[in-house]
């Protein structure tokens, strides 16, 4: 007769088995945020490359458009019916200096990686499509459009633009949604100066201090970059 012998082993204690599981959540959530920051840095990088071809798609356009006085260059309207195309009269005047990217036109994406339109505000001096604009719409334009690190302005990053373009970021405050629509406005100052309709604009690191919170991404073109580009493309006589 074989007789059956136990080793005396036992299995996990309820505590134990609590402690294990404490690890392995400690350790899952040390994973999670990693992969949510580099979801997030995915998404500016992605935004940022975005922002960098909407600019030299609007050099190309400016290139390849001749107003009918002079035959000079000029820059696309905003889109302000949210049809991905710019809307101007038959003047050749834009309906507003402010509103969506017309990305239609440009042939670029219409959204940023949040899902969000690009806004996009444009001179009246450098979007005429009548008169277009010469090497001294700079210097004679009556307004200046400004880049600046924060709501009052204090320090200019950047000043005399002819186009500025913003995405809202991830958290897309003030943002044209896909939907046609505006999103709610944003709490904090900084973000507030990039969708109220004026001139300046704000660009700064981002800020997660409760009522600033900052994350927009801003991008623009230089006076003097426009006019080297329709220089070498014989723009200009």
């Known amino acids: 007769m074989t007789t059956i012998r136990y080793s005396g082993c036992k299995g996990f204690t309820l505590a134990e ?31 940022q490359r975005q922002l960098s071809d909407i600019t030299e798609a609007l050099l190309g356009y400016a290139a390849s458009n001749r107003s009918t006085v002079g035959e000079n260059p000029y820059l696309p309207c905003p889109d302000t019916d949210g049809d991905g195309s710019e809307n101007r009269n038959a003047a050749g005047e834009c309906f507003n200096d402010e509103g969506r990217l017309p990305w239609s036109d440009l042939g670029v994406g ?5 899902g969000n339109r690009f806004r996009y505000r444009v001179l009246k001096d450098y979007s005429n499509g009548k008169t277009g604009f010469t090497l001294k719409t700079a210097a004679s334009s ?3 459009m400004r880049a600046c ?29 896909v939907s046609g629509g505006t999103n709610p ?11 109220n309709g004026d001139d300046k604009f704000v660009l700064h690191p981002p800020s997660s201090v409760p009522g600033s919170e900052f994350d927009d991404l801003v991008a ?18």
């Open 17 to 47: 088995l609590t402690i294990v599981l404490v690890i392995v959540a400690l350790l899952v959530g040390g994973m999670l945020v990693p992969l949510s920051a580099q979801r997030d840095l995915q998404d500016i990088r992605e935004t």
């Open 110 to 114: 219409r959204e940023d990686a949040w």
């Open 149 to 177: 690190e924060d709501a009052a302005c204090t320090t200019v990053i950047a000043s005399h633009l002819p186009a500025v373009v913003v995405s809202h970021g991830k958290n897309g405050d003030g943002a044209f949604n």
């Open 142 to 144: 009556a307004v200046s």
């Open 185 to 195: 406005a944003p709490a904090g100052a900084d973000e507030a100066a990039n969708q």
């Open 220 to 237: 623009w073109v230089s006076p003097y970059v426009l006019f080297n580009r329709m220089i070498s493309a014989g723009r200009f006589q």
